[in-house]
């Protein structure tokens, strides 16, 4: 069980930022033995591709702290956070270690591989989903300022909870669980108040006085 809490912290983590946790399996796999990957992910260790996601993250880094971009970066990004998510929850349940650990049920995701990459996908994309439907609200509250800052909180949360997943499983999908409920939440207030607003200039117009911005 503790490997497929893993998969699905991670999956959710690569929901936020899809290199971050997949440089953090790829960096403790190959300079310690916290993780031990199975033959098939061993590219995650390899130091070209270890180098690779790092300058690819440091672009994601820069592009998604600006107003705009932000949200076209989140549209390509529709892609990859999921790909990122099925991949480090197929890796996690797939390591022989984590397998011998949840007896029947890594015997399921071992001989059904498909399952976890599944699992993983749809985890990173429900967490993408909404990082990526309160941006553009949140840009537009606040003129884009408020960018930088849930770009940077994202990045936090997403290494925070890539480290807490591996070595906490169980604390790790509470966050994640945290997570969708704040950002649901943030959305659901975000759209009442636009709502409002928008109702307040119909009124306001029709009676021949729109409101001052």
């Not at 529709?78 to 197929?90: N, Q, Y």
């Not at 309160?134 to 003129?143: C, D, E, S, W």
């Given at each position: ?52 996601l790092?300058?690819l ?45 949840i ?6 995701l ?52 890539s ?16 997570l ?20 307040a ?13």
């Amino acid at each position: 069980m503790l490997a497929f809490l893993t998969g699905l912290g991670l999956a959710g983590a690569a929901g936020l930022n899809a290199y971050i946790p997949i440089l953090v399996v790829g960096v403790l796999a190959r300079y310690g033995d916290v993780v031990v990957l199975p033959s098939q992910f061993a590219w995650m260790e390899n130091g070209w591709a270890l180098t690779a996601l790092a300058v690819l993250l440091a672009a994601e880094i820069v592009l998604d702290k600006v107003p705009l971009v932000d949200s076209l970066n989140d549209t390509v990004m529709t892609f990859v956070r999921p790909a990122a998510g099925g991949a480090v929850m197929a890796a996690s349940t797939a390591a022989e270690k984590i397998d011998a650990s949840i007896g029947t049920g890594a015997s399921l995701l071992h001989d059904q591989p498909w399952i976890g990459w599944v699992i993983g996908i749809v985890t990173a994309l429900t967490v993408h989903g909404t990082k990526s439907a309160i941006r553009p609200i949140a840009n537009a509250g606040t003129l884009g300022t408020a960018a930088p800052v849930l770009s940077t909180t994202e990045d936090v949360f997403s290494l925070g909870l890539s480290v807490v997943a591996i070595l906490a499983p169980l604390l790790g999908i509470i966050l994640v669980v945290i997570l969708l409920a704040v950002t649901t939440r943030l959305i659901v207030r975000a759209r009442r108040r636009k709502g409002r607003e928008g109702r307040a200039w119909t009124v306001r117009f029709a009676r021949g006085n729109p409101p001052e911005r």
